[in-house]
């Protein structure tokens, strides 16, 4: 159980009335829904938000293999990663599975903490009682997290708060692990990584254009100190529009053709023409959180298209 001084009081069942928004938690997931049609639900399991509708299209690309069901990470939607990201050698963290166990773990709805007709969030907690025993061993922290989704018309909040609730600082990477639903990834170009360091995690054929880039292969770049605004769109029009705040780094990745039939939960196989993820975190370095000290980052992310 989470500790927090504020902490909202939980709901477990459908508590609108029809002209207003609401939120529907159950066992397994927590489903969020605006009276415009607006929607976003999220699975306890790993806190990995699985839909999100806007404008009367799903926003988020999620595989037609993905479990659902608790047995692994969810493939698509929004997945996060915490304590690590990726696998890492620092001896800290080098035991964990690559991103971590947050998005193995089945989180706790906290409750409702705004409500209205056009906006609604909710919080989750994950404390170490709730990591799965092998893992809770791998990375003994005394920690809390309280992750934060705020849902309005044309966009949704993400927000992590990360609380050090032991006597000796540790230190963590947390990132949105986002994959956004594109109608064609060749034609999509991430505006506003331009002339930044980045970290290639393959030899990736990628083609630079003044202030953007274009796609043309895998991909799988770590941008370091990467602006707080990034944008994602295509010949038709600017897709999604990225905030972060308190998030150093930016990670592009898309299998591509190649790299799909490696991932058995990637379904279809070339589903990834549809699908790029851009994700917001803190992932470089290390962020260094000190005995009772409180971390906080999160992004607003805008369906520019639904406007
Ligand atoms: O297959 P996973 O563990 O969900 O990871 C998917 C991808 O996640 C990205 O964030 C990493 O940069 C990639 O290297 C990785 O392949």
Redesign the pocket.
């Known amino acids: 159980m989470v500790e927090r001084s504020h902490k909202p009081a939980a709901i477990n069942a459908a508590s609108g009335q029809e002209d207003t928004a609401i939120v529907i938690a159950d066992s397994d997931k927590v489903t969020l829904k605006l009276q415009t049609g607006e929607s976003v639900e999220i699975l306890l399991y790993g806190a990995t938000i699985v839909s999100w509708k806007s404008g009367g299209e799903e926003k988020l690309w999620i595989s037609e293999s993905a479990k659902l069901d608790g047995s692994k990470?969810v493939?698509g939607g929004v997945?996060l990663?915490f304590p690590v990201?990726?696998k890492h050698d620092d001896p800290s963290v080098t035991e964990l599975p690559?991103?971590g166990f947050a998005r193995v773990s089945k989180w706790e709805f906290l409750g409702k903490t705004s409500n209205s007709p056009t906006n609604i969030q909710v919080d989750l907690g994950l404390s170490p009682s709730q990591v799965p025993q092998e893992l809770r061993e791998k990375w003994n922290n005394p920690f809390g997290l309280i992750y934060s989704v705020n849902l309005s018309q044309t966009s949704i909040e993400t927000k992590m708060l990360v609380r050090n609730e032991g006597t000796e600082s540790f230190k963590f990477h947390v990132?949105f692990?986002t994959y956004f639903k594109v109608p064609d990834v060749t034609k999509v170009k991430v505006v506003g990584l331009n002339g930044l360091g980045f970290k290639d995690?393959v030899a990736s054929a990628l083609n630079e254009v003044n202030s953007h880039f274009t796609l043309s292969g895998e991909v799988?770049r770590?941008y370091h100190k990467a602006p707080r605004s990034v944008i994602i769109e295509d010949d038709k029009q600017v897709r999604f529009h990225v905030e972060s705040a308190n998030l150093e780094d930016v990670?592009v990745?898309n299998?591509w053709a190649n790299g799909t039939p490696k991932?058995v939960d990637f379904d279809p196989k070339d589903g990834w023409k549809n699908m790029l993820?851009v994700?917001t975190g803190s992932v470089a370095n290390f962020q260094s959180l000190e005995a009772g000290s409180v971390w906080e980052g999160g992004q607003v992310i805008t369906a520019t298209d639904s406007l």
Request: charged share 20%; hydrophobic share 40%; net charge neutral.
């Open positions: 990470a493939r997945p990663v990201f990726g690559q991103h990132l692990h995690k799988d770590v990670v990745w299998p991932i993820c994700e």
